[in-house]
């Protein structure tokens, strides 16, 4: 839909702009005709988000998967907190000769940068699972809302997120529509079929 309001938009501009040129022979592009009845409506995206059971389902696994981020990193970086600690005061005391302190100090170093790769590493696996569940979102809806405009026939339908609609009738919210549809539509167990993999 976009795209042929662009491909008219730049049809209107190039007719503007070449009214002084000489028209050219070729055949003209066939017309797209937009509908006598703009049919509209829209959808609270907020919404869907608290509603939709794939949207609450996906958030609690992403929160457990995130908060055990947190906990893993967590408690890696105060047992090498720890052993930092240890090591400086053992080091006071002088209880290192100068070879094992330079040892010890390598061995820390090294289980820091392991730390910091680890952190690295899991909160890049962490934002490709946000990534595939945003796309697997949007898969979800546009096909839903493919089969449900079949019948309704609404020549564009609006996704509303807070104010970026500055005024919408309440008579074209579908919102409690798509959400029933969603929720009637979505399969959980292959949800859970896909965690119990990892």
Do not use: W
Not at 24 to 31: H, I, L, R, V, Y
Not at 46 to 69: V, W
Not at 164 to 181: Q, S
């Amino acid at each position: 839909m976009r795209a042929a309001f662009i491909a008219a938009m730049t049809a209107v501009i190039v007719t503007a702009c070449d009214k002084s040129q000489k028209s050219d022979t070729s055949e003209p592009a066939a017309k797209t005709e937009a509908p006598v009845e703009l049919k509209i409506a829209y959808v609270e995206v907020d919404s869907i988000m608290t509603q939709y059971q794939f949207c609450k389902d996906y958030t609690q696994i992403l929160t457990k998967k995130g908060q055990n981020i947190e906990a893993t990193i967590q408690k890696k970086g105060e047992a090498l907190q720890a052993a930092a600690n240890n090591f400086q005061q053992k080091l006071q005391q002088n209880a290192y000769t100068r070879e094992q302190a330079q040892n010890i100090q390598l061995n820390l170093q090294k289980q820091n940068a392991d730390l910091q790769a680890l952190q690295q590493r899991l909160s890049t696996e962490f934002q490709n699972e946000q990534a595939k569940y945003n796309e697997a979102l949007h898969d979800s809806i546009n096909h839903f809302l493919a089969k449900y405009n079949k019948d309704k026939k609404y020549s564009i339908i609006f996704s509303k997120s807070g104010d970026n609609l500055l005024y919408a009738d309440k008579a074209y919210d579908v919102t409690n529509e798509i959400i029933a549809g969603l929720n009637k539509a979505y399969k959980p167990a292959a949800l859970k079929k896909e965690e119990k993999k990892k």
